[in-house]
Every structure is written in C-alpha cells, then in structure tokens.
C-alpha cells in the first residue's frame, strides 16, 4: 500500500500563507488530493488533480486562495494555501486513489485571527 507523509502544518496568521507537503512511498496512483477536517465537523473535500496533468478541482470554500500541485521527481504534492482564514483551521489529511484510496496521518493547520 502506498504511504503518505504529510508535512508543514502549522500556526499562521489570517491573511497568511503556508504550504502543506505530502511526499508518497511509490507512485502507482493517478489522482491526489487533500481533504480537512475541522473540529466537530465532517471531513471535507479541499482540492485533487491527476498526477498527469490536467485541470485541478477545488472546493468552492478555498477555489482562488489554495493552489495544488505535485513534484513529479520527489513523489510529492503540494497545498500551497494562500490569504488564510480562521475558518480554514482543521486537520488537513492529503490522499491518493488507485486500487484503494490511501491517506496521510494529517496535520493541523491553525489561523488566528
């Protein structure tokens, strides 16, 4: 099974910037994305696009502010999150689909405001 290993959570500032990493063990998957959860809440879709390319889907919530992409040479893919609000505080849980559906620990991501 593929492993995921998120990084770069943190506290940010509203308005701020921060950009969550998720590096895969191998990669036999075709489409990654990032799902949060906020406290008391569902889990959430965030964003995905295909490793090969091609158009990125976002939620309504982030569409404009958050920017996901992949480093094809490091088996990695990035959430860049940009003008943050307190309302995006969550656990941000990065995942892939193939054969299965596999996710990352998560991370904590928390704007004061």
């Known amino acids: 099974q593929v492993q995921l290993v998120e990084s770069g959570g943190g506290l940010v500032q509203a308005g701020g910037s921060l950009r969550l990493s998720c590096a895969a063990s191998e990669r036999t998957f075709n489409i990654m994305g990032w799902f949060r959860q906020a406290p008391g809440k569902e889990r959430e879709f965030v964003a995905r696009?295909?490793?090969?390319?091609?158009?990125?889907y976002y939620a309504d919530s982030v569409k404009g502010r958050f920017t996901i992409s992949r480093d094809n040479a490091k088996n990695t893919m990035h959430l860049q999150m940009n003008s943050r609000k307190p309302e995006d505080t969550a656990v941000y849980y990065c995942?892939?689909?193939?054969?299965?559906?596999?996710w990352g620990q998560g991370t904590q991501v928390t704007v004061s405001s």
């Open positions: 696009m295909y490793w090969s390319g091609g158009n990125a």
């Open positions: 995942y892939v689909d193939y054969s299965t559906r596999a």
